[in-house]
């Protein structure tokens, strides 16, 4: 089973900047898209953004759109996500995942089903 393991997450002031990484092991990233999503303490698991992993076209929640950058490096194969100008209502434990093509929309969780086991990122005010 091919596993994702984020790192990078920790606490850090309003308007900082943070860059979380994702190692695949195994064959996860020859896989169609790579995601990121964020869970807050009470919500629901939301969207941040996606990336094509051979093509490289990316796609944004709106909510991070201008602040953050999905990236990968096809060599070591390894997924990161750049946070810049980070808020406080960006607190949450962010989620690496992989997924292939399907009738799912690549912003719904459920179109990814290989998932890392996440980073906390807190972002004091």
């Known amino acids: 089973q091919a596993q994702l393991v984020e790192s990078g997450g920790g606490l850090v002031q309003t308007g900082g900047s943070l860059r979380l990484s994702c190692a695949a092991s195994?064959?996860?990233?020859?896989?169609?898209?790579m995601g990121w999503f964020r869970q807050a303490p009470g919500k629901d698991r939301e969207f941040v953004a996606t990336?094509?992993?051979?093509?490289?076209?990316?796609s944004y929640a709106d909510s991070v759109k201008g602040r953050f950058t999905i990236a990968r490096d096809k060599t070591k194969n390894m997924g990161y996500l750049q946070m810049n100008s980070l808020k406080p209502e960006d607190t949450a434990v962010y989620y690496c995942?992989?997924?292939?093509?399907?009738?799912?929309?690549?912003?719904?969780?459920?179109?990814?089903?290989?998932w890392g086991q996440g980073t906390q990122v807190t972002v004091s005010s």
């Open positions: 990336m094509v992993w051979y093509g490289g076209t990316t």
């Open positions: 195994g064959r996860t990233f020859s896989r169609y898209r």
């Open positions: 995942a992989a997924g292939d093509p399907g009738d799912i929309l690549p912003t719904n969780s459920g179109y990814y089903d290989s």
